[in-house]
């Protein structure tokens, strides 16, 4: 393929993850925030993103499986889930979070179990579709192609 | 003036999130600010008081904090709780803090503001924020500047008031004022008097 190709599969496949609301303008902000002193600044921040979250799903799959569940403790997690996900940009996730929140203050277990669920869920697709376009800007940059710079 | 060009400021960020530790540090270092970033307001106290003892010990100026920015809600202590152990320090209360928050909550700010805070920033924090910061720092800079010249022309008049004071009571030892100011000016000049830094 060649990489004028490989340019439009990204910013098409980019555009449409802003368009389908898994991305919003902060991720914008972190790609204008790389540059040549830290090239591989997005991948690092959404990396620690991925470590970091999924031990907070871990950790609140855990709390919601108490006999008293200790409503203070998951509402911290989710708040910090909140925090991440808004920071990188992950808009669904933090959406999502947000919802569990609401039913963290009726101190509600089935639905925050049910709220967990989907924020699982929200965090999973952004993690495959965030790694499908570090995958397409690696392949561009292996054929010596530059990445197409998005502007909001 | 040169300074805006040599100006570095040194920024303390404290943030108990991991990603937005990262984040605020990229922010800072972009616009072109020396950061130390760590994880709660005790970890910033202890910095600050080490900062404090290295002053101390004359240590070179690397270490002066300029700025501090924080999150809002930590474990433990709060941004607003670290916002009032600054303000409430002797030596750490004319350092400008800039409290950070994901949640818009007005009473929140107004409390922030009330304290002492000198910015409330809403998270996600953009380069547009943080840029703000800059042109503040060499604001103050510039009006510290300014202060040391009359600083020290009040210092000098409390002084001579002082020492004129003395030398009225001990009037009937000299004949005349004249007297007085011939003979002072005559030790002024003859010999070096310092007074204070």
């Given at each position: ?137 690696q392949q561009i940059l292996t054929a010596g192609g530059s990445i197409p710079i998005m502007m909001e | 003036m040169d300074m805006a060009i ?85 030596s750490l209360k004319d350092i400008p803090v800039v409290i950070m928050s994901s949640e818009n909550i007005p009473s929140r700010i107004n409390r ?86």
């Amino acid at each position: 393929m060649e990489v004028v190709q490989m340019q439009r599969r990204f910013v098409e496949y980019a555009a449409s993850l802003f368009r389908e609301g898994f991305l919003d303008g902060q991720f914008t902000q972190l790609q204008q925030l790389q540059d040549e002193s830290n090239p591989d600044f997005v991948v690092e921040v959404v990396s620690l993103f991925f470590e970091d979250s999924e031990k907070l799903l871990n950790d609140l799959s855990r709390a919601l499986d108490q006999q008293n569940v200790d409503f203070k403790r998951v509402d911290s997690h989710v708040h910090q889930l909140k925090g991440s996900s808004s920071s990188i940009g992950a808009q669904r996730v933090k959406n999502a979070c947000i919802a569990f929140r609401n039913y963290c203050e009726e101190q509600n277990t089935d639905a925050c179990l049910s709220c967990l669920q989907q924020v699982k869920q929200e965090y999973s697709l952004a993690k495959s579709k965030l790694e499908t376009l570090f995958r397409l800007e690696q392949q561009i940059l292996t054929a010596g192609g530059s990445i197409p710079i998005m502007m909001e | 003036m040169d300074m805006a060009i040599e100006a570095q400021f040194h920024v303390l960020a404290v943030d108990d999130n991991l990603i937005d530790r990262k984040l605020i540090e990229k922010l800072l270092k972009t616009s072109s600010f020396q950061v130390t970033a760590v994880d709660s307001g005790s970890k910033a106290l202890e910095f600050l008081g080490l900062q404090e003892e290295e002053q101390r010990n004359h240590h070179p100026q690397e270490m002066e904090v300029n700025l501090i920015i924080t999150d809002y809600s930590m474990p433990g202590m709060t941004g607003y709780d670290l916002l009032r152990k600054i303000k409430e320090s002797s030596s750490l209360k004319d350092i400008p803090v800039v409290i950070m928050s994901s949640e818009n909550i007005p009473s929140r700010i107004n409390r922030c503001l009330e304290e002492g805070a000198e910015d409330f920033f809403l998270k996600p924090v953009q380069l547009s924020d943080v840029s703000k910061l800059r042109p503040h720092l060499l604001r103050r800079k510039a009006e510290e500047e300014e202060e040391k010249p009359k600083r020290n022309i009040r210092k000098r008049k409390t002084i001579e008031e002082s020492l004129t004071h003395m030398l009225m009571e001990d009037l009937d030892k000299f004949i005349s004022i004249e007297d007085i100011f011939g003979e002072l000016n005559y030790e002024f000049s003859h010999k070096r008097w310092k007074f204070g830094s």
